[in-house]
């Protein structure tokens, strides 16, 4: 151990029951440095990361920061220290501002002395400063290049902009060690740039990044060293210079991963969605979509892409009849489904795998099993009598897709509830239970966001597959590589409407991206930089 | 100067999971020891009176299962919408309408007990359900707070039954309370006076009951529904549809609760006939959230301590406010072991109090 480590964990065991989460885990983390932690969904990233924030204490092993042994008893405990997290589900309080968020639970009185008498800590209960924080809030912002709207209330922010505050509470709190747990899951490649030299000028400033994440270029582009979990253990940390990202992939994963997936030629057939002037609104009442026409056809995968927050979530809950219709016609194999019911929708052969896994995939608190059948509980495949549910072959049936679509982390499909496997796992439970059923169309928002790359793999081979038996795939993805690698044909979705319609062999990544991000032709020629990027 | 930390907790261990209504109600006893004490009685023999001697005579057994039947049907009524995610406050409401309509079908009707007492029960029943069905069509449709309609329409009926018992349904003799009921519509009884009949239905619903929630599509729509709505929608699952039935359901035992208690123990209908066995009806919901049996379990032991209390306040001259001490501390207990379940507790010890933001260090 070098006297430059800001942080050594040796030997950190975490265990819940009978599970090791980490096995022994010891690896130090340099001053000033960018250090990538890599592995597969469920390797023990995110536990590892939790012990280092308060939200767990370790079974066994230490944690020195700054040269001082440490046991973290809560969050607030950590970042007093000057650990800061952002986690990979956000943290915020949705009805309150971004500026209460940022200051929740840092309570500062109106005086800029600190408080000492009695008198003052009265006080300090029942004051709140509002000038200081918004103005230091808006330094932070524009220093760092974090745009925010410190009044916006959270509910109303897209996911990108939801990660920012949360990266801004954390700089708030003068941290010395950010952890960031998959900062770019939910960021377009535009978005991730930024988040890079937000990074990069994080550091400049002084302060250590740990940046987690499963995409092999994000750690080639960003860290000075990283380290490897898989299974619970620390495989290796490397020196990010001199190793490439297949060598990388081999130690995450333990094996060889295919990066492209071989796309076979099939028939596209009749349209199984027409949609025409679709009109919707947003949570809040704002128009999100302007009047859209869209279709797929049997066998063919139509991409959409699009910066998140373009009214994507809204096209896709409008075609499943969750989402009400200001205006429009849908028709699914021709039969009109206009102001149908999301039961409707289902009984006609659409499956749904929604953007949000936690609010609107499963019911976490529920068994696998409860979640697996949600879709089929009402065909004749559970019947026992006319009313009665057969929850025996509800089991064995989630037994059956838990197995065929390789989900782990499931002790027992009637025991285990769905919040309880890790996220990638969680999705392709999902996608098991909506793919399983043979859709006739199948609306994927994000499918593999979040999602490690040997289960990223499997999901697009499965919607391969899918495709291949006739179903009708609309994909709504932020990632360019799966829409350029999937699709048959690619529509960019901007402020509510479509602004381009290409294929993958017409496209590239950088005329998506501007197109993405300015709803409108590229001006300018593409910079080499993002060449570098894609690959 | 030692400090409390509250954290929230991600996960709790199992035996907490399990033991904690046991303890909730231990604590509850514990506490519910000073008022007893103070009143000058021994706790310890009181409690030994109500929950050894009285369980274990004739008359007894009576007394907890005739008590226990509106507190099991009631606590039903708040525990089938709680599944779906929505709170019944309204069961006393459904129950006093339940009671009113059940009497007055009694006493206007000379039907042969064969016809009446199920033509009382159908439309008690229904009268429950449609009261019921009330907060769960304003949830379902307006997105109307449940927990404050069905409140309010408790007070509606309670009243109302105050305006019908000094009004049209009153009976001689100048009380608020209506003409004894002909002996058609009184439930028989068995083996002791005051054993009704109507006991059985604590087998039957709760036999139902589990069937319902855990056999049937409709149970699962409804598991569902209470997990997280979002999802279950998206699932086809109609959440007007659940929302509406678990209120309908659930008034119409509550209907059925106020009419038993009518026809098989009090034989006519006044203001005072229910001892809010609506209102302890929800903890009787929470204390047995686990499932249907567990709910029968928990009016068992409400009704274990109604009756004995109420044996108590004879034996021991002790006021019969003294159970509602119990209940009510049990509810808060209660609520507290919510709060347990959620919220881990740290008691420190910290020597250097507080001066610094660098927070204390802990070595354990």
Redesign the interface.
């Known amino acids: 151990m070098s006297m430059d480590d800001i942080l050594e964990i040796e030997n950190l065991t975490k265990r819940?029951g009978d599970v090791v989460a980490n096995d022994e885990i010891t690896f130090s983390v340099r001053e000033g440095e960018i250090h990538g932690l890599l592995g597969e969904n469920g390797a023990g990233k995110s536990t590892l990361m939790n012990m280092l924030y308060g939200?767990y204490s370790p079974t066994g092993g230490t944690i020195r920061f700054k040269g001082?042994?440490?046991?973290f008893?809560?969050p607030?405990?950590a970042i007093?220290?000057g650990i800061g997290m952002v986690h990979q589900h956000f943290m915020l309080i949705p009805r309150m501002s971004v500026l209460e968020n940022i200051v929740l639970g840092e309570r500062e009185t109106s005086t800029a002395e600190p408080e000492t008498g009695f008198r003052d800590r009265v006080r300090g209960l029942f004051t709140r400063e509002r000038d200081r924080p918004r103005k230091r809030v808006t330094e932070l912002a524009d220093s760092y290049g974090l745009e925010i709207d410190p009044d916006a209330k959270v509910w109303e922010l897209d996911i990108g902009e939801q990660q920012r505050v949360e990266i801004l509470k954390a700089l708030y709190r003068d941290i010395d060690l950010l952890i960031l747990d998959e900062p770019t899951a939910v960021l377009t490649p535009n978005e991730s740039r930024k988040m890079f030299e937000t990074i990069r000028q994080l550091v400049d400033e002084g302060l250590t990044v740990i940046f987690i994440t499963h995409k092999l270029w994000e750690i080639e582009q960003m860290t000075d060293r990283v380290s490897v979990l898989r299974d619970g253990e620390l495989i290796d940390t490397v020196e990010t210079d001199g190793v490439t990202q297949a060598e990388l992939a081999e130690l995450m994963v333990g094996r060889d991963v295919l990066f492209r997936l071989e796309k076979g030629a099939v028939d596209i057939g009749a349209p199984v969605l027409e949609a025409s002037g679709l009109k919707a609104e947003d949570d809040r009442g704002i128009e999100s979509l302007s009047g859209v026409d869209l279709t797929v056809q049997e066998g063919e995968i139509v991409g959409i892409a699009g910066v998140s927050g373009n009214g994507q979530r809204e096209l896709a809950e409008c075609l499943?009849g969750?989402r009400p219709l200001e205006d429009g016609r849908i028709e699914i194999k021709g039969e009109n489904l206009t102001d149908a019911?999301?039961?409707?929708?289902?009984?006609a052969g659409v499956s749904?795998v929604?953007e949000d896994r936690y609010?609107?995939?499963?019911?976490?608190?529920?068994s696998v099993m409860?979640n697996a059948?949600?879709?089929t509980?009402?065909t004749d495949q559970f019947e026992?009598g006319r009313?009665?549910?057969d929850?025996g072959d509800m089991a064995a049936y989630a037994s059956d897709i838990v197995d065929g679509f390789d989900v782990r982390g499931v002790v027992d499909v009637t025991e285990t509830p769905a919040g309880d496997l890790s996220g990638g796992n969680l999705q392709k439970l999902i996608l098991a239970r909506e793919m399983s059923r043979d859709p006739d169309l199948l609306i994927a928002n994000q499918p593999t966001r979040g999602v490690d790359v040997g289960a990223i793999e499997n999901i697009r081979r499965l919607m391969l597959d899918q495709q291949e038996n006739g179903t009708g795939i609309l994909l709504l993805s932020e990632d360019l590589d799966e829409l350029l690698d999937v699709s048959d044909r690619i529509l960019v979705i901007y402020e509510g409407a479509f602004v381009l319609e290409t294929t993958p062999e017409e496209t590239s990544k950088w005329e998506l991206g501007m197109y993405m991000s300015t709803g409108e032709p590229p001006t300018q020629e593409p910079p080499t930089e993002i060449a570098e990027v894609s690959e | 100067m030692f400090s409390v930390d509250v954290s929230s907790r991600e996960s709790l261990p199992r035996w907490v999971e399990y033991s904690l209504p046991l303890l909730t109600v231990v604590a509850a006893l514990g506490v519910s020891a000073i008022p007893l004490a103070w009143l000058g009685v021994s706790p310890l023999q009181s409690y030994r009176e109500i929950f050894v001697s009285n369980p274990t005579n004739i008359r007894g057994i009576a007394n907890i299962l005739v008590t226990t039947v509106p507190l099991f049907l009631a606590g039903l009524a708040v525990y089938l919408p709680l599944r779906a995610g929505l709170w019944n406050i309204g069961a006393e409401g459904q129950l006093f309408v339940g009671a009113i309509v059940g009497s007055a079908i009694a006493l206007n009707l000379s039907w042969p007990a064969y016809a009446l007492l199920p033509a009382m029960f159908l439309f008690a029943g229904i009268a429950g359900g449609l009261y019921g069905a009330i907060p769960g069509y304003l949830r379902a449709k307006h997105n109307v707070n449940e927990i404050i309609s069905s409140l309010m329409l408790t007070f509606t009926a309670t009243t109302f039954a105050g305006y019908l018992l000094r009004g049209p349904m009153q009976g001689e003799g100048g009380q608020s309370a209506t003409e004894q009921l002909p002996t058609a519509a009184r439930l028989p009884t068995v083996g002791h006076p005051r054993l009704h009949v109507g006991v059985v239905a604590l087998v039957i619903v709760a036999v139902l009951g589990y069937l319902l929630l855990n056999r049937t599509r409709l149970g699962y729509e409804i598991t569902l529904i209470g997990a997280n709505p979002a999802s279950a929608v998206q699932s086809g699952i109609s959440k007007y549809k659940t929302y509406v039935l678990v209120f309908v359901i659930g008034g119409s035992l509550a209907g059925l609760a106020g009419i038993i208690e009518i026809a098989g123990v009090h034989g006519r209908l006044f203001e005072e006939f229910s001892p809010e066995y609506g209102f302890t009806a929800i903890a009787v919901a929470l204390l047995g959230r686990n499932g249907v049996f567990q709910v029968l379990l928990a009016a068992l032991f409400f009704g274990v301590i109604t009756a004995g209390g109420t044996t108590i306040a004879v034996t021991q001259n002790v006021p019969t406010a003294i159970i509602n001490v119990i209940v009510a501390l049990t509810i808060l207990f209660l609520l507290t072991a919510e709060f347990i379940k959620d919220h881990r507790l740290t008691i420190s010890f910290d020597r250097s109090s507080g001066t610094g933001d660098r927070g204390m260090e802990e070595v354990s």
């Not at chain 1, 001082?68 to 046991?71: A, I, P, V």
Request: charged content about 25%.
């Open positions: 819940f939200l001082e042994k440490r046991q008893n809560s607030k405990n007093d220290t499943i969750f019911n999301p039961r409707a929708f289902v009984d749904f929604p609010e609107h995939g499963c019911a976490a608190d529920l409860h059948g949600s879709k509980y009402r026992s009313y009665f549910l929850y």
